[in-house]
């Protein structure tokens, strides 16, 4: 019997905001894809704007009709000041992590107010998913080489880079997996993941892509054990979350591998996380 997939990175919101990406939609591309259970986010703040809507609340009160299917991740407000009481707020609230998009949000990488939701996640034992690569904003605030100074300054927490850096960064984001490896003849575990969301077509964020070459040099260099597969949910659909797994499936990879790029390695991060 094979292991249930559990997939991260799927954005959902209110009907009233997007009503091509609900809580329902989702489960009928995961119903669709013989998804077993997904990690979804919450709206960003700004997505919410004028609408009477705050998005953490909204999840958390979404989540129950859909339990067994669904975990939420939380988003922060950094437009706010009061950015580690929001994490405490999302935790309380029983989401299991934070969506952070520096390019869509505005925010640098490095700032004091970014080290904030990163030393209140850390300490609240959150896992973080990272939007990396380009995205039309100031490349200066988000160089993809400085989520290793994130993962230096913040061994304890956990995180994910969304799209390996892209097709523009994919050397950097791996540069950086690799830094937080430890190497063969010293102990540990890295706390730093690649996201495999969007990187497997060209038709759709062409991008992202990264070709099968680049897959297999990722996972030969990192190890299986760092990648966790996402959909991008709702800006890819049924057929590119297919391409996808057929993707990994078609890798040659162990099936111990596979099973974890697609759930296994999701799903332990958040149990250890769980369990303290």
């Known amino acids: ?12 919101f209110p009907p009233d905001i997007n009503p091509q ?7 009928q591309l995961l119903d669709a894809c013989a998804i077993d259970e997904a990690v979804c986010f919450a709206p960003f703040p700004y997505q919410c704007d004028n609408k009477g809507i705050e998005p953490n609340e909204w999840l958390a009160g979404e989540l129950p009709k859909y339990a067994g299917r669904l975990r939420g991740f939380g988003t922060i407000d950094f437009r ?27 925010f640098s990488i490095l700032s004091e107010r970014a080290f904030e939701v990163y030393a209140a996640a850390s300490e609240l034992r959150m ?5 990396t690569g380009v ?4 490349l200066a605030d988000t160089r993809v080489i400085d989520f290793d100074e994130v993962g230096l300054r913040f061994p304890e927490l956990k995180f994910s880079m969304e799209h390996v850096g892209g097709y523009h960064f994919f050397n950097e984001a791996l540069a950086v997996l690799f830094n937080h490896v430890p190497p063969p003849w010293e102990t ?20 992202w892509h990264l070709s099968r070459e680049r897959l297999l040099e990722l996972v030969a260099q990192i190890g299986a054990e760092q990648c966790i597969f996402g959909l991008d949910f709702p800006y890819n659909l049924e057929r590119e979350t297919m391409i996808g797994l057929e993707t990994i499936r078609g890798m040659g990879l162990s099936e111990t591998e596979t099973a974890g790029i697609l759930g296994g390695n999701l799903r332990r991060q958040l149990q250890l996380l769980a369990d303290g």
């Open 1 to 12: 019997m094979s292991e249930p997939v559990f997939v991260n990175h799927a954005h959902v």
């Open 21 to 27: 990406a609900t809580p329902p939609r989702l489960i």
């Open 80 to 106: 706010l000041d009061d950015v580690h009481d929001q994490v405490r707020r999302i935790k309380n609230l029983g989401l299991v992590g934070l969506k952070l998009h520096p390019n869509s949000q505005r």
């Open 127 to 131: 896992f973080i998913t990272f939007h």
């Open 135 to 138: 995205h039309a904003s100031r």
């Open 188 to 207: 540990g575990k890295s706390n730093v993941f690649a996201g495999l969301a969007s990187v497997f077509t060209t038709h759709v964020n062409r991008f």
